[in-house]
């Protein structure tokens, strides 16, 4: 079964700085994706950004972008100009394209951005 | 499009009662998935339809724990009898199997917040 992996329980991060937060993966499969989603107080799971794994090509949004290593099945995120409204839980998250379309989420890092 | 829809967004109750849990998907998905959300346990998936049929339902916890989805456009979840152990935030989300560009996201609703005491 595939697991995600989050390291890093809480991160925290200056206004306007830039922060990584750490996700791992363990697949057998080749073809799958990959996500981040944020979940301010409001409980909304809103995605962030998304990366196919057939694709070399990192993903970005905007200020939000990601390091697929797929050899060393790693997925991290990437906030630039980091702002206050960034504060929130980030989940790492994984789906395959084979059959079952479900996601398996990591165990979530809170952020928190300092003014 | 609204998103999807859940209700209510939040519902206290008494140990034993009876607890039914709403979800609309986005009109034209056609997956629609139950998660729960607790501090200890983080995300889990506790069932997932595929065009109104349950696909996957290991991750419900018992038989106190049922779903339906009678059509496209509406999803249930209830919990009878209700316990403290099932507090949670419930999460509905459907997704779409299209084209490879926008295929695989799955769209969330706001959540429903359950209290059993």
């Known amino acids: 079964a595939q697991t995600v992996t989050q390291s890093q329980p809480e991160m925290s991060v200056q206004e306007a700085e830039t922060v990584t937060l750490s996700c791992t993966y363990d697949?057998?499969?080749?073809?799958?994706?990959l996500f981040w989603y944020k979940q301010p107080p409001s409980r909304q799971m809103i995605l962030v950004i998304r990366?196919?794994?057939?694709?070399?090509q990192n993903a970005t949004e905007n200020r939000f972008s990601v390091n697929f290593q797929k050899a060393a099945k790693s997925f991290s995120l990437k906030i630039s100009d980091s702002q206050l409204g960034d504060a929130a839980m980030y989940f790492c998250?994984?789906?395959?394209?084979?059959?079952?379309?479900?996601?398996?989420f990591g165990q979530g890092t809170r952020l928190t951005i300092n003014p | 499009d609204a998103g999807v829809i859940q209700s209510p967004r939040h519902e206290v109750t008494e140990m034993g009662q009876e607890v039914t849990l709403r979800c609309k998907p986005i009109?034209?998905?056609?997956?629609l998935f139950w998660y729960r959300q607790t501090m200890m346990r983080g995300l889990e998936l506790l069932i997932y339809?595929?065009?109104?049929?349950?696909?996957?339902d290991s991750g419900m916890p018992e038989d106190r724990f049922s779903a339906k989805m009678p059509n496209a456009s509406f999803s249930t979840l209830k919990i009878q009898p209700s316990e403290p152990r099932d507090s949670a935030v419930y999460f509905c989300?459907?997704?779409?199997?299209?084209?490879?560009?926008?295929?695989?996201?799955?769209?969330f609703g706001a959540g429903s917040r359950l209290t059993v005491l």
């Open positions: 009109s034209g998905h056609n997956s």
């Open positions: 339809f595929n065009n109104n049929v349950p696909i996957d």
């Open positions: 990366q196919e794994a057939y694709k070399q």
């Open positions: 998250a994984y789906r395959t394209n084979q059959g079952a379309q479900k996601l398996v």
């Open positions: 989300a459907s997704s779409s199997r299209q084209t490879r560009s926008g295929a695989n996201v799955l769209t």
């Open positions: 697949t057998s499969e080749s073809d799958y994706y």
